[in-house]
């Protein structure tokens, strides 16, 4: 593996060898004639271009390979969370990622990318498991087929990565009803103001490397939306997934066979809007009963690096204990035994996003107020801060 001084080492040499060829090439120029060229003026070094230079490789005239790059994220929060059953104050490393991207034969390109070990204090292994490794085939503008192991992108937040994600976690039913990133072929793209998404996809992962089991139920994920004006989309997105045994017991799955999700998103000058009314039908379990959920988020943009965040949440179950307080940071915080689950769920978050290099870099703040009806009798505050950064 080259290092990472040595990859500086060698663009800075590039970069100082294409400079003085310039200014030779420049200076010929220059000497019978008057020399009109405006002066290229460089932008200055920031700490963005650490995450802008993580191509190993570029050409597009090579007929096989025109890009390598390498891809990661790191993800580390602080929480503090106080309700009425107990507290819990941590730091935690939450993702770590690590990978290569690779564009090939012009229309092609190469994703892989695994998980790396976030508790240093563990004997786990450094590479945990496989996050997710596909091709994907662009075969025109509008439209792309995808195979291997990715995310099948149903609701606002789950389709939105990490990466991009304007609160430190998602909704509670979404986390509840998601699947996880599945092995599958998916096809879509646009027509018109029009765009679709298919994809079919096995239900079991493995529990060494999370890995395609193929031994699994079936899943199949639908996705229309429609650019209802040049501010506004709107998204209707349906999940199914076979309640195969292996796929349940594999965690690739939960115990949810439709997911619906009616979702829209809106930007206004500064102000946005995200919105998505979830639905699922469970199973006869008291834990995964039929459950419903809105998610209302508006945004303001403060300045063009500083954005802020509302978000408001509400769930609901058929059965006392068809919700569960979310494993961040609510669980936690329960060190009385006193119960998890409960049938009804509200949640106030107020957040601000500082992106320093966009996305790429950005620091997190929040606050959260929740509350858990049924057995569970919970109300409890976290407060989160938190760096994000990819590249």
Known sequence: MIKPNTLIKMAAFAGASALVAGSAVAG?????????????????WTICNLFDNSTLYENDSNPFLQELALIGRYQGQWYSSDSNHGSDTDWENRRWRAGIKAKFLHDFEFDGQFNLKTDFHSDDRFIEDVEEVSIKWEATKDFYVQVGKFKPKVTNEWSTSSRNILTFERSLLVEQVRPEKLGGVAVGGKVGDFSYDLGIFEGAIDDDWTLPD???????????GYKVTESTKVGFDYFYADQDKESLASGGVEEYQNV???????????????????????TDDQHHSDAFGVVIMPTYEITEKLQAVFRYQYASADSSEGLRLRSRYERPAVNDGFSTYGDGYNAFYLGANYRICKDKLKLMAGVEYATMSGPADYSGWTYMTGIRMYY
Do not use: M, R, W, Y
Request: neutral net charge.
């Open 28 to 44: 010929d120029d220059c000497k019978a004639v008057v020399c009109d060229k405006a002066p290229v003026v460089e932008k200055p």
């Open 214 to 224: 193929f031994n699994g139920g079936i899943s199949v994920l639908a996705k229309v």
């Open 260 to 282: 619906f999700s009616l979702n829209s998103a809106s930007q206004f000058g500064k102000f946005g809007l995200i919105t998505d009314l979830i639905f699922a039908t469970g």
